[in-house]
């Protein structure tokens, strides 16, 4: 993310930067349904609007907070290098739409709801390790304040300035900690305190409809571009152009590491499999794109495929249940991008650092990176919990285990995401059908 900078009074607004954050931040918007879609597709048919209802529910929840006070937590005037504040951001109400954002020749309030998009997004992705078994209105509840405590915080420590990663020389082009890590260590933290589903590594969980995982993925690709050139602010100098290009070519090459790894391990090529490699590689560039080269690009994505790959089966062997493995894929995605900047930065992208194989012998910036990581994961990891155990003492975040069984869309949402009502055909029955004599009929997991 480009740091912010003192106002300088020859900067004027320039019409093509900022229409490029306007569309940018409705490409980030997109994701937010697009992974809906992605988790809606992972989950079994009674859970789908369940699912996605937890990814919509934080387009509500985030962006009034963020107008409310998050965006002043985040960006304001630093304070102990931990927290921001400007009083006259309350409620945007200080705000003219023509004031710009520091020397950047683009309107506050694009730089504003740029990032309000990224702040929706992060609890969004959460949801996926809750899948099947968590109140709603509890939900709503951890949303509101995981994104107070937790959020608003640590997007000041990444990204605004004064804050402590920040001004420790911490790379984060576009949230591999803020966002993913955040996010990664948040769903670790909740799913320990609230446990297993039921039938947990005894029932088949497996995705209902493989082609909206795919829809919600080709949606989070499409969607990212703007997550991730739109970082940098603009695009003067190229390194937004930078930043598109090692996107894509991250993603294709962790698609392909997956798939390999997964034809060498489980011999096949799974629809799934592509999916979840392309968000993997996605994950693994958001912190590194700015710093990489595109060969550095290719590492970097195959590293992590492979990596994340490996990792989603880590909840079998210790226990956890990450029902659609944020764990595996955004905690690992996260911080292997995050780490490997320590490793392949050129020097020549976003600022002159350079890691290991380009010359910084004595690890100057993996230390720095790894100092990041550390610390946005132990917070975001022991916050997460505390809220999700206060939340459960209380409220209680579960739903009673009849309605787990049944399906979570009917007992919270009153709904079903498919009505087959209407779907026979041919004339009404005129003959009476016999009663069975015994029932054979096989129970069908739903």
Known sequence: ??????LAAETELSAANTGFMLICSALVMLMTPGLAFFYGGMVRVKSTLNMLMMSFISLGIVTILWVLYGFSLAFGTDSGHLIGWN??????????????????NIPLLAFMVFQLMFAIITPALISGALADRVKFSAWALFIALWATIVYFPVAHWVWGEGGWAFDMGVIDFAGGTAVHINAGAAALGVILVIGKRVGFKKDPMRPHSLPLVMLGAGLLWF????????????????????????????????????????????????????????????????????AVTPIGAIAVGAIAGVLCAMAVGLKYKFGYDDSLDVVGVHLVGGIAGSILIGFFASGKGQSDAAGVFYGDHKF???????????????YSLI???????????????????????????????????????GAGGGAARTTA?????????KKVDA
Do not use: C
């Open 364 to 378: 100057d910036q993996l230390w720095k990176q790894l100092a990041g990581v550390g610390g946005v994961l132990a």
């Open 383 to 421: 916050a997460s919990a505390i809220l999700a155990l206060l939340i459960d003492k209380t409220l209680g975040m579960r739903v009673p285990e009849d309605d787990e069984v049944a399906g979570i869309d009917q007992a919270e949402h009153a709904e079903t995401a498919y009505d087959f009502s």
């Open 223 to 290: 969607g990212w571009f703007g997550f991730n050139a739109g970082s940098w602010l603009g695009n003067d100098d190229g390194v937004g152009t930078l930043m598109f290009v090692n996107t894509q070519v991250a993603t294709a090459a962790a698609m392909l590491a997956w798939l390999v790894y997964e034809k060498i391990r489980h011999g096949a090529f799974t629809t799934l499999g592509a999916a979840s490699g392309a968000v993997a590689g996605l994950v693994a560039i958001t912190p590194s794109g700015g």
């Open 87 to 104: 009083s006259d951001w309350i409620g945007l109400s200080g705000i003219d739409k023509g004031e710009l954002w520091g020397s950047y």
């Open 433 to 441: 059908v016999p009663a069975p004599v015994a029932d054979t009929a």
């Open 1 to 6: 993310m480009a740091p912010a900078i003192t």
